[in-house]
Every structure is written in C-alpha cells, then in structure tokens.
C-alpha cells in the first residue's frame, strides 16, 4: 500500500462516542475495516497479533449479553488483553462513582475503555476525564454506534449499498439508542428512513433528525428495502406507554401479513435480545429467507474488531499503524 492510501484509511478520531457527526467517508473507513475481519471470524484459526500488548476494558454499567460478549471476542481475536468489569446499576451512584471508577481504571494505562451506562452523556464524559481511547457500548437512549455500525455492514454486505434504500425503523423508538444512532448513520449515508411507532414511543421533534413518522405498519412498510424491529424496552418505561402487549403486538407487532407490504425481498433486522411475540412473530423471526438477525449478531463481531483496532492503533494519538 502506497504511504498516501495508508494515511487515507486512518479513523481521525480518538474516540468512538457516536454516529452523528461522523462523514460519509468516515463510516466508510469503519465498515471497509470491519468487512475485512469477516472473513478473519470464519477461519478455524481466527487470532491475529495485532493488538498484542494492548489493554482493553469492558466497563458495562448495564446488562448486556451481545455486545460484551462480541467486544470481548473481538480484542481476544486481534490478539489483546481484554478485562470485563460489570458494575451492578444498583451500586452506582451516578456522577461521582463513575468518574472515581474512570480514575482508577486510568491509573492502570488502559489503551481502550469500552463503556456502556444507562445515563445519555455518560461515556462522553468519561471520555474527557481519561487518557486513552473510548467507545460508547450504549449510553442510554442517546447512541449505540458500533450496533448502527453493524447493522450497516450487514445491510451492505446484502444489498451492495446503503444509498438509495428505505428502511423502516419500527416500535420503541422513544427509548432506543439503536434507532438513534441508525437514523445518523443511514441518512448520512443517502438512505432514506421511516419511523413507525405509536404516538406514546415516538420522540418529540423526531422529524427534525430527517425522518418520516409514521403511526400505522402498513403504511410505514410499505415498499420498504429494510424492516428494523426495536425491542419494547419495558425497563426504561416509567408510567403507562401502552395500553397491552396483545394490543402493541396486533397494531406493531412484525407478522406475515404486516410484511406483506414491504417489498418482495425486504430484509428483517433485529438488534436483540427479542421479545418473540410482542414485536415480531416467532417465525417471522426465524424466517431463513428473509430475517438477517443472526448475521447482524456475526458482523457485530468485525465491526469492534475494526472500531478497537482503528482507535488502539491511531498514530495521530501514538497508536503504532499497522495492517
Ligand atoms: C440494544 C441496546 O442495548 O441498546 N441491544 C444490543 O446492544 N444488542 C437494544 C436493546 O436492548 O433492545
């Protein structure tokens, strides 16, 4: 590779805290680095060296099983030292326990904190308050970038491109760092996207982030490349959203007749954990044919290996460049 390219595919950011903001050309850099961990996850020997020497900690203040797990995979394979710290939500006492926490995990000269917090803004501010690289695993409703990311492999590794699709993202929007940080990312990247959620778990003002709302499935469906079903998130509801889950699943819920509306060959995406029967229709979820949620889990994996080794390995911040 000419010096020039190498310098070209460098991410110029210390840390990975969202989608929104990032350049067209930047989620590039990010999904072309993911796409070549792939075919690195499908061999029998998947580890590389890449990351020897590095230290990465998992710092998850909420339940997570997929995303720990695939960042946990995804430094093991590219050869660093990965630690998992879970911090039981019920001992934090916000602000000031996680800056304490941040300090000591500093003192030990981590090269990549991974953090997820239920607080919006939480892991932006850690970020300011240590020296290495951070990545937001999920900071409340605000950003998943990473899940945005891999959602965006998957789809382009299907349909050769993300310009020019429609995707209908659906269900509870309100609470879902997921659907916030797919919106950035698929506008951004010349898709267009539809919301489609009752009244009561659409954001207020969504339409300024350059959607279209919906409040009825066919509709929203209709034609559509791509059907993004959001998990009712029951934990971050405090009061009455819903009248019952029988009457969200009949109105919202992803069936055969509701997909019927979308176009022939649409793809159905899922992030997890599902709740079968209340969003989405166990077959329709397992459908062979049409559902990509297992893949989406597969590309999960490349896409922390590409995010941890762009930031770990990031000259502009004394990362040696490599591969
Ligand atoms: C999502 C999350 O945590 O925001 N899950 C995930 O990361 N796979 C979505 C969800 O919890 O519903």
């Given at each position: 590779m000419a010096k020039g390219d190498k310098d070209k595919v460098q991410f110029p950011h210390r840390h990975l805290l969202g989608i929104e903001g990032l350049s067209p050309e930047e989620i590039s850099i990010l999904l072309d680095r993911s796409e070549s961990y792939v075919e690195q996850?499908?061999?029998?020997?998947?580890?590389?060296?890449?990351?020897?020497?590095?230290?990465?900690?998992?710092?998850?203040?909420?339940?997570?099983?997929?995303?720990?797990?695939?960042?946990?995979?995804?430094?093991?394979?590219?050869?660093?030292?990965?630690?998992?710290?879970?911090?039981?939500?019920?001992?934090v006492k916000k602000g000031e326990t996680l800056m304490d926490t941040a300090m000591t995990l500093n003192a030990m000269h981590p090269d990549v904190l991974v953090v997820r917090h239920p607080h919006s803004g939480a892991v932006k501010l850690l970020s300011e308050k240590v020296n290495c690289a951070v990545i937001n695993a999920g900071d409340g409703a605000h950003e998943h970038p990473t899940q945005a990311l891999l959602d965006a492999l998957t789809i382009r590794r299907r349909r050769g491109a993300l310009s020019g699709l429609l995707v209908a993202i659906c269900g509870d929007i309100r609470h879902s760092r997921v659907a916030r940080s797919n919106i950035h990312l698929l506008n951004t990247m010349g898709a267009r996207v539809r919301l489609i959620a009752p009244k009561s778990l659409i954001p207020a003002a969504v339409e300024r982030l350059g959607v279209e709302v919906f409040h009825n499935m066919a509709d929203?469906?209709?034609?559509?490349?791509?059907?993004?079903?959001?998990?009712?998130?029951?934990?971050?509801?405090?009061?009455?959203?819903?009248?019952?889950?029988?009457?969200?699943?009949?109105?919202?819920?992803?069936?055969?007749?509701?997909?019927?509306?979308?176009?022939?060959?649409?793809?159905?995406?899922?992030?997890g954990p599902m709740n079968r029967g209340v969003e989405i229709d166990t077959d329709v979820a397992d459908d062979v044919g049409r559902s990509v949620i297992r893949e989406q889990v597969e590309m999960g994996v490349a896409v922390r290996m590409a995010v941890l080794a762009l930031l770990a390995l990031n000259p502009e911040y004394g990362g040696k460049v490599d591969g």
């Open positions: 996850n499908r061999r029998t020997d998947k580890t590389t060296l890449l990351l020897h020497g590095r230290t990465i900690i998992n710092l998850f203040f909420e339940d997570s099983t997929r995303t720990r797990t695939s960042f946990e995979l995804a430094g093991k394979r590219l050869g660093g030292d990965i630690i998992n710290m879970s911090v039981a939500t019920s001992s929203g469906i209709r034609d559509c490349d791509i059907v993004m079903m959001l998990r009712l998130q029951r934990e971050r509801m405090s009061g009455n959203f819903l009248p019952s889950i029988r009457e969200y699943f009949h109105f919202f819920g992803l069936d055969y007749e509701k997909l019927s509306h979308a176009k022939e060959d649409a793809l159905i995406m899922h992030p």
